[in-house]
């Protein structure tokens, strides 16, 4: 829900056009969802009206939230070959750095790994015992917030530890 608040002065009548298509809007304030905004941009427009037909227009550009990208590999082999050696998820669009978790749980449930770093990733090291963990299949959980809204948004998959 984008507001939109008028600042003109002497006016008596109010046209907004929010730029998608949608009905005009007769209000001295206004409040537009746009449904479908991901990188979409919109032109907003107050045309305003005083007593004596004197008119203005102001416009401003809305531009939509950006999707956000995951990408998280199937696999890795934290061998100490310098290759490949640790799990980090891949994440574009505009993320909250400071509302973010990525943690890995065992075949058990038990939460064998966290961080909220979107920078530091998994080694295959066992946090609480710190020791490497066995070769198999863990789940990855990432929970992450857009920086333009609270919108909590959380991901989960399957990874292969190979050694």
């Not at 531009?63 to 990408?71: K, L, N, Q, S």
């Amino acid at each position: 829900m984008h507001s939109f608040y008028n600042q003109s002065e002497g006016a008596v009548l109010y046209s907004w056009d929010f730029g998608d298509g949608s009905p005009f809007e007769s209000t001295f304030n206004a409040h537009h969802y746009y449904p479908d905004m991901q990188g979409a941009t919109y032109l907003v427009s107050l045309i305003a009206s005083t007593q004596y037909g004197c008119l203005d227009t102001a416009q401003l550009q809305v531009t939509g939230p950006y999707p956000v990208i995951i990408y998280v590999p199937n696999a890795f082999t934290p061998d100490g070959d310098e290759r490949n050696n640790v799990f980090i998820p891949s994440i574009l669009g505009n993320v909250d750095e400071y509302a973010y978790t990525f943690n890995i749980y065992d075949r058990w449930g038990e939460l064998i790994f966290t961080s909220h770093h979107t920078q530091v990733g998994w080694d295959g090291i066992h946090s609480y015992t710190h020791r490497p963990v066995q070769d198999g299949v863990y789940t990855w959980e990432v929970i992450l917030k857009r920086k333009t809204n609270d919108e909590l948004m959380k991901y989960h998959g399957m990874v292969n530890v190979i050694r």
